[in-house]
């Protein structure tokens, strides 16, 4: 029997999004208990899995948290006894706006509440114009939280396009990066697997990303294609368009056999240049 510490099985959850908050959140409950029944010990839903994305819609689906999203999320990873990456749900605070991540442990307990830190503000001519600073604040904190497996960072969509946010949680130990993301289209076929496999090897880290499902009827349509990445950089498993729940083995031995076969780590030049963290929260 494997030693549990060097291995464990992740479910990353590509859910169907409806106007109908209350179908989405009933749909990723069964879909949490439907991972953890096939042994995963880590499950991670998409970014926006309350409620269609759009700066039209935040507003309307924003909740406080603790609110009827996070005690759903709550309830499942407590009953089902998994880490729940909650993907991400429009937070109301005070006047403020955020797209936040919640994270939950088995005991159904909040570990980590993560406000996505780069606000996705892009204008592609011709093809996509998106601007969440419309409606939307940025967080201020990066976000980890400790498993009996391994140490997890985590970001929300457009923030993995950004390297030193990355690279900061694997020098601060963290050998596993999720992301729920909703990546369009545009930037879906262009860059999508692309940022993750990119964070994946420049970090020697696994690289978990959640996506909606693709509903060509919305008025945002998600690219789907959820997938894992490994150390070396290679997917090692990625849904299609559809709903669907796709799982991968990460294997903290064979992350070690990485950074030992390629040793960047104990390579880096700190003498001639570094990033560093401003602001832990």
């Not at 990723?28 to 819609?57: D, H, I, M, R, W």
Request: net charge neutral.
């Amino acid at each position: 029997m494997q030693a549990v510490k060097d291995k464990f099985s992740l479910a990353v959850v590509q859910l169907r999004v409806s106007k109908i908050k209350a179908d989405n959140l009933g749909r990723a409950q069964k879909l949490v208990k439907e991972a953890a029944g096939q042994g995963a010990k880590v499950v991670v839903l998409p970014e926006c899995f309350n409620s269609p994305y759009g700066t039209g819609f935040f507003a309307e689906y924003a909740e406080k948290i603790p609110g009827e999203s996070t005690r759903v999320l709550s309830e499942a990873a407590r009953d089902c006894g998994v880490y729940l990456v909650g993907g991400s749900i429009p937070e109301k605070d005070g006047e403020k706006l955020y797209n936040t991540c919640s994270v939950f442990g088995p005991d159904g307990k909040l570990l980590v509440k993560h406000r996505k830190i780069h606000l996705f503000d892009i204008d592609v001519p011709g093809k996509i114009r998106f601007q969440e600073s419309e409606t939307l604040s940025p967080g201020n904190s990066l976000s980890m939280f400790e498993t009996p497996f391994c140490k997890v960072g985590v970001g929300v969509c457009y923030d993995i396009r950004f390297a030193e946010l990355a690279h900061i949680y694997a020098k601060k130990g963290c050998q596993l990066l999720v992301y729920p993301g909703a990546f369009n289209m545009t930037t879906g076929p262009a860059h999508w697997e692309l940022l993750q496999r990119g964070r994946a090897v420049d970090n020697q880290v696994y690289v978990a990303t959640a996506s909606p499902a693709r509903d060509e009827s919305a008025s945002y349509v998600a690219w789907g294609h959820s997938s894992v990445v490994n150390p070396w950089g290679e997917v090692i498993v990625k849904a299609g368009p559809e709903e669907s729940v796709v799982y991968a083995d990460i294997d903290l031995q064979y992350l070690a056999d990485v950074r030992q076969q390629i040793p960047i780590t104990t390579q880096r030049r700190n003498d001639l240049y570094s990033v560093n963290s401003v602001q832990e929260g």
